[in-house]
């Protein structure tokens, strides 16, 4: 089926390791974004990109890195992760940028840092 | 900066009820806003896209309205089922390119 896929599904990770969190997606999206979700905090937005090889930051960029090299992948990296870290992640992709058009998500990671 | 605001956190109706869920925002300088429902453990599904020049959308038994005036806007659900049973979530999109979330209404229809 077509849409956003995002793996593993649950990660634990130890205070200081680092993993890639992956995301593809099929519908030639040229606008993705990773989004954290933490209870009272709602989504906030990670990183962001446009297009291939083009990346921002967003909200709460802070411990993350993310690349582009093709249309259809965008994976997040947490260089060495923290408990503060500890949340769902979703990775979203659109369209056109910032939400004009239908947003599709993925199903989210829960990554637990302990 | 914007603030995204629904209200109730939780709502339980009884099935074949009409319901209305509230979202409201700090900034009318918003782009667009959209409504999103979550299943619990999955992602968001979007609903309903309103743009900022218009005043309503329609998809079925749902449907949203936007007052960028007074920053509100709702979703209204038509005759309830059980299957309605979410997270339904707001996320209001400024003129700059931010997007911002609510909380989320977590409603649950009972049967």
């Known amino acids: 089926n077509a849409g956003v896929t995002q793996t593993p599904k649950f990660q634990v990770l130890k205070t200081g390791q680092s993993m890639t969190l992956q995301c593809a997606q099929d519908?030639?999206?040229?606008?993705m974004s990773w989004y954290r979700q933490d209870p009272g905090m709602g989504l906030r937005l990670i990183h962001y990109?446009?297009?291939?090889?083009?990346?921002d930051q967003g909200e709460v960029p802070n411990g993350y890195n993310v690349s582009r090299s093709t249309t259809e992948d965008f994976p997040l990296r947490l260089l060495s992760a923290a408990p503060s870290q500890t949340s769902v992640y979703f990775c979203?992709?659109?369209?056109?940028?910032?939400?004009?058009?239908?947003?599709?998500f993925g199903q989210g990671t829960r990554l637990t840092v302990v | 900066k914007q603030e995204v605001t629904q209200i109730p956190a939780a709502l339980s109706v009884p099935e074949g009820e009409n319901l209305v869920l509230n979202c409201s925002f700090t900034?009318?300088?918003?782009?667009?806003l959209q409504w999103f429902r979550q299943d619990p453990g999955k992602g968001l599904t979007s609903l309903l896209l309103?743009?900022?020049?218009?005043r309503e959308q329609t998809s079925g038994r749902l449907n949203a309205s936007l007052d960028k005036s007074s920053g509100r806007s709702t979703l209204y659900i038509a005759a309830s089922q059980p299957g309605d049973s979410a997270t339904y979530l707001c996320?209001?999109?400024?003129?700059?390119?931010?997007?911002?979330f609510g909380d989320g209404t977590t409603l649950t229809v009972k049967p």
């Open positions: 979203a992709s659109s369209y056109s940028e910032f939400m004009n058009t239908e947003a599709f």
């Open positions: 519908m030639n999206h040229e606008y």
């Open positions: 990109s446009v297009g291939a090889g083009i990346t």
């Open positions: 900034d009318s300088a918003i782009y667009n």
């Open positions: 309103i743009q900022s020049s218009q």
């Open positions: 996320a209001v999109t400024s003129n700059a390119g931010k997007s911002t």
